[in-house]
């Protein structure tokens, strides 16, 4: 089974803050997508990621970066945080050509102060 | 712009009964379709799909059913159990713009 992986569960950050969500995944995937989930809002694409060192932006990317120096691996910054990113994070990843069917994380629930 | 709408935030169904869930879309361009269940405390996982080519598609207890004239497809859950307790997300996807869209998904109760 795919396993992807985040590193924080809960997170509580102050406002201006520079904030760094991890994500690893285990199967090799070439594609990699950060979300934020927000009631009644479902999920929105922040970024993702074909391959290593390449960066697309969603519909959300406004106040976020992303870096993926390694193929199992994709980071989310917030570079300066601010109270209206507080959201759950969700990290997944996919294989091959076209999205389809996604893998992902337990996600990171962001509080910002 | 929501192009995927789940217009029931919840639904509670008694254990043995049906479950519908239901998912409107108003892109075209949508050629496949998805559900996704998510736990507390865990990620979304995929649950079944449908290609835009077919009308329906059956997994065991679960089968989707897709309207594309109606831009419209369900979720049936049949018989319900209350391990199915869950935020059920549908996802559409547009295969040549290489675009996902969820919805706002669908909290399940099931009661014993």
């Known amino acids: 089974d795919v396993k992807v992986t985040q590193s924080s569960r809960y997170l509580v950050k102050r406002t201006g803050e520079k904030v760094f969500l991890e994500c690893v995944q285990d199967?090799?995937?070439?594609?990699m997508f950060w979300y934020r989930q927000d009631p009644g809002l479902g999920l929105r694409l922040i970024y993702f990621?074909?391959?290593?060192?390449?960066?697309e932006k969603g519909d959300i990317p406004e106040g976020y970066s992303v870096s993926r120096e390694k193929k199992e691996r994709f980071s989310l910054i917030l570079e300066s945080a601010s109270t209206n990113q507080t959201s759950m994070y969700l990290c997944a990843s996919s294989l091959g050509q076209g999205i389809k069917k996604l893998f992902f994380g337990s996600g990171t629930q962001l509080s910002v102060l | 712009d929501q192009q995927v709408k789940q217009n029931s935030p919840s639904l509670s169904v008694q254990e043995g009964r049906i479950s519908i869930l239901n998912c409107d879309y108003t892109?075209?361009?949508?050629?496949?379709f998805l559900w996704y269940r998510k736990y507390p405390a865990e990620g979304p996982t995929f649950l079944i799909s449908i290609s835009s080519i077919k009308d329906k598609n059956e997994d065991g207890r679960f089968t989707v059913f897709l309207n594309k004239s109606a831009k419209h497809l369900s979720l049936h859950i049949v018989p319900s159990q209350p391990g199915d307790s869950a935020v059920y997300f549908c996802a559409a996807y547009d295969y040549n713009n290489n675009d996902m869209r969820f919805g706002a998904g669908t909290r399940l109760t099931v009661k014993p």
């Open positions: 990621s074909y391959d290593v060192k390449m960066k």
């Open positions: 892109n075209s361009m949508f050629d496949y």
């Open positions: 199967m090799d995937h070439e594609n």
